[in-house]
């Protein structure tokens, strides 16, 4: 478990591999916020996702209102953490 001030990572071994983003109500009220926010999220993961591994990503307030390039820097580098304990 990593945490930063707007995310908080869960990873484990798993034998499909894969990755989730979950943005609560008290995150962002409006369903689209919640929508962009976890497409955001989702497509900074990709690339960290291997067969061997999990990686649940949830956000925490204020993450709605980060511009991308924060938020990809402050999760991309969780995710790094993350990874680099599985190789």
């Known amino acids: ?3 930063s001030p707007h995310f908080s990572l869960v990873w484990g071994a798993s034998r499909e591999g894969g990755a989730a983003a979950v943005v609560s109500k008290k995150v ?3 369903a689209t916020a919640r929508n962009l926010l976890r497409r955001r999220m989702l ?3 990709k690339p ?5 591994h999990y990686l649940v990503a949830y956000a925490r307030s204020g993450s709605d209102s980060l511009p991308f390039h924060a938020l990809s820097s402050e999760l991309s580098a969780l995710l790094m953490r993350a990874t680099s304990s599985h190789r």
């Open 1 to 3: 478990r990593a945490a």
């Open 28 to 30: 962002a009220r409006r």
């Open 43 to 45: 497509s900074v993961m």
């Open 48 to 52: 960290f996702v291997a067969p061997s």
